[in-house]
């Protein structure tokens, strides 16, 4: 597996290292590589995917709040 992808190239430290380093769980992690790599893979599709993992981070850590971020 390749860690250092070209769409992170430029970065100083790469997003699964800053990830790993401050035990940042799975959805959060998810939400800072999509975040990170946007403007040199995806585009707006890795935008959304970071607001579909917001929502589920939402959905889960805030259940009693629901709908107040859409």
């Known amino acids: 597996m390749s860690i ?14 800053f990830i790993h380093a401050n035990k940042i769980p799975f959805i959060e992690g998810n939400v800072i590589k999509y975040v990170c ?3 040199e893979k995806n585009g707006r599709e890795d935008i959304l995917k970071a607001i579909d993992y917001l929502k589920t981070l939402l959905k ?11």
Do not use: M, W
């Open 4 to 17: 250092n992808k070209k769409h992170y190239h430029d970065f100083v430290i790469q997003p699964t290292q």
């Open 60 to 70: 889960y850590e805030y259940p009693d709040v629901q709908h107040q971020a859409e």
């Open 37 to 39: 790599r946007h403007r």
